[in-house]
């Protein structure tokens, strides 16, 4: 969806994006202080992407919490288009998906897009959609979700059993409104213009309500979802929305596949994320030592002090004081950038620990998990 000078949809961000103006145009609610104070006084603390405003928008939340509250209870669901490598971006969703989880003891579904991606992305070959989806798997159970309260599948494994409600889904929608949504042309794929249906599916895999968190980008699903769903008796589905983790290069610039210097891949080492964090993260700081020294820098701009903010700095005083330090010009940007390069480094091993157990724990997550086993029992519809 356009508005002003930036777009916003499932497959392209591009310009500096409003967030305010998003909220008006998609019609979503910002997350208000009475709905954080809730969350706290339920889970005991705030994470931090909700203390700091990164997750800053929501459909329903309220409800999700009254429903949580009242004993009725809600269901998480989540997901990956898998056409490369994770970068630090498309996993901190997940991270804050299994907050939600261990805070509110819920299920967890993840939908694992390999057909949206091999339709959408032309270079991206069948083999690779499939090896892709492993690899991304594999990062996903690393974040540490309950393999009995979580299951994750691949459409075109999984697609019998969500194919019946996707039949119906798909009536609901025609042409006109999928275009006006996604933005289809006479030239997308006839693949691409079915597949909403198939994220559609999965808010309906509990007969309670679904909690979507992402970034703000998938919101367009949901709005369709609202409009059809209690037509099958569902509820509307509930969505959090994030702020986009800006690139490397810049915080109006997007991360691309196709250009590693603009994110820090989940498989990065510790050189590549020096490096890249030394040549290409975007400084606030000034030209020349003396200047830093006089002026400060601005952190608002700096793509190191905003990834720390976004997640790499938890500590609330710690932040702050790097925040008054780069803004005094008592911090240099390569002071700051070392910080950032730290934190990145020490959260990639402990990620890349928790990966390589993974693979044992695969089967259980898709296949014989409880969760995974109920669902490959039932069909929805
Ligand atoms: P995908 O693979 O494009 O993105 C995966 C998740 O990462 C979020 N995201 C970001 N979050 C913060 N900063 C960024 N720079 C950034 N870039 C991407 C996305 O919003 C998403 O949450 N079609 C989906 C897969 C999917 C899905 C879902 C996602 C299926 N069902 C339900 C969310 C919820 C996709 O291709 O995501």
């Not at 042409?175 to 933005?183: E, Y």
């Not at 002026?295 to 609330?316: A, R």
Request: glycine share 6%; with cysteine.
């Amino acid at each position: 969806m356009a508005a002003n000078n930036f777009i916003v949809t499932p497959w392209e961000v591009e310009g500096k994006v409003d967030y305010n103006k998003l909220i008006e145009k998609f019609g979503t609610h910002k997350i208000t202080q009475e709905i954080k104070d809730k969350i706290k006084k339920l889970t005991g603390e705030l994470h931090v992407m909700l203390r700091r405003d990164i997750f800053f928008s929501h459909r329903d939340l309220d409800l999700v919490l009254s429903d949580y509250e009242n004993g009725k209870g809600f269901f998480t669901y989540t997901g990956r288009g898998p056409s490369g490598p994770m970068h630090i971006g498309h996993i901190l969703p997940f991270y804050f998906t299994k907050w939600i989880q261990e805070k509110f003891d819920v299920n967890v579904y993840i939908e694992i897009t390999d057909d949206e991606k091999f339709w959408v992305k032309k270079k991206l070959s069948y083999k690779d959609a499939q090896k892709w989806s492993y690899e991304n798997i594999l990062d996903i159970i690393a974040v540490g979700f309950n393999p009995d309260k979580t299951f994750i599948f691949q459409d075109t494994e999984y697609i019998s059993n969500i194919y019946p409600m996707a039949v119906k889904v798909a009536r609901k929608i025609n042409f006109s409104l999928a275009k006006a949504v996604f933005g289809f042309t006479d030239q997308s794929n006839i693949g691409i213009i079915f597949f909403p249906a198939l994220q559609i599916i999965p808010t309906f895999f509990e007969r309670k309500r679904c909690l979507i968190p992402s970034a703000i980008d998938q919101d367009p699903y949901w709005r369709i979802q609202r409009d059809i769903a209690e037509s099958f008796g569902y509820y509307k589905t509930a969505a959090i929305h994030s702020k986009f983790l800006p690139a490397l290069t810049g915080p109006t610039q997007k991360m691309s596949a196709s250009k590693p210097e603009t994110a820090i891949y989940l498989n990065d080492d510790e050189k590549i994320v020096r490096k890249k964090i030394f040549r290409y993260a975007f400084s606030g700081g000034q030209p020349t030592i003396e200047m830093h020294r006089k002026l400060g820098g601005n952190p608002d701009i700096d793509v190191s002090f905003i990834w720390l903010k976004y997640f790499f700095e938890p500590d609330d005083k710690k932040l702050k004081e790097i925040e008054e330090k780069y803004r005094a010009g008592e911090l240099l940007t390569g002071e700051l950038k070392q910080i950032l390069i730290e934190k990145i480094n020490n959260f990639l091993k402990e990620h890349k620990r928790r990966r390589k157990k993974a693979i044992d724990l695969i089967d259980k997550f898709k296949y014989d998990g409880s969760l995974a086993s109920e669902m490959w029992s039932k069909k929805i519809s």
